[in-house]
T-cell receptor, first 112, second 114 residues
Framework: GDSVTQMEGPVTLSEEAFLTINCTYT??????LFWYVQYPGEGLQLLLK?????DKGSNKGFEATYRKETTSFHLEKGSVQVSDSAVYFC???????????FGTGTSLTVIP | DAGVTQSPTHLIKTRGQQVTLRCSPK?????VSWYQQALGQGPQFIFQ???????QRGNFPDRFSGHQFPNYSSELNVNALLLGDSALYLC?????????????FGSGTRLTVV
């Protein structure tokens, strides 16, 4: 069945460091891929998405490219800020239904 | 414009009891999905309601049931609570349920079963 495997954390970085959070997926067909972010005490917020192979999603300096050949959707940011501290979830949107399959989440802490 | 509203924000129940959680979708949305997020885990799909009917269901026992009202708001009911039901329950609303139209998540209800 559909599933997502996400790099485990926690991840601690200094401000302005480069961020990569790995995400790979297993799916039948051609799913959409998403990154969601969860700040403490809040729900999930959509960070970016890609709906087909080779698409690049981007938002607030974060980027991820839908790689069908490696079944990956790694999240990157060139220079993290303290305000980026949160939990990041990779998710797959099934094209045979209307549900998300989420990874286990990666906690990011950025220190000044 | 209010987003998704969930109530209550926190509650504590005793094993064996029943609980009802509530969700008001974002204005303009007609579909409500429920997810369970255990501590340290990603959310897992419980079910989705559209046109007042359960349209899709995840791998959850029948103890989990729901309802959608004519105004599109929804309830999640859990019977015979187990300790393992302790989790953050997230409601997400969307238009028609299609992923391409975008989902909006609420802040969740934190359920603790003791």
């Amino acid at each position: 069945g559909d599933s997502v495997t996400q790099m485990e954390g926690p991840v601690t970085l200094s401000e302005e460091a480069f961020l990569t959070i790995n995400c790979t997926y297993t799916a039948t067909g051609y799913p959409s891929l998403f990154w969601y972010v969860q700040y403490p005490g809040e729900g999930l917020q959509l960070l970016l998405k890609a709906t087909k192979a080779d698409d690049k999603g981007s938002n607030k300096g974060f980027e991820a490219t839908y790689r069908k050949e490696t079944t990956s959707f790694h999240l990157e940011k060139g220079s993290v800020q303290v305000s980026d501290s949160a939990v990041y979830f990779c998710a797959l949107g099934s094209n045979t239904g209307n549900q998300f399959y989420f990874g286990t989440g990666t906690s990011l802490t950025v220190i000044p | 414009d209010a987003g998704v509203t969930q109530s209550p924000t926190h509650l504590i129940k005793t094993r064996g009891q029943q609980v009802t959680l509530r969700c008001s979708p974002k204005s303009g949305h007609d579909t409500v999905s429920w997810y369970q997020q255990a501590l340290g885990q990603g959310p897992q799909f419980i079910f989705q309601y559209y046109e007042e009917e359960e349209r899709q269901r995840g791998n959850f026992p029948d103890r989990f049931s729901g309802h959608q009202f004519p105004n599109y708001s929804s309830e999640l009911n859990v019977n015979a609570l187990l300790l393992g039901d302790s989790a953050l329950y997230l409601c997400a609303s969307s238009f028609s349920g299609r992923l391409s139209y975008g989902y909006t998540f609420g802040s969740g209800t934190r359920l603790t079963v003791v």
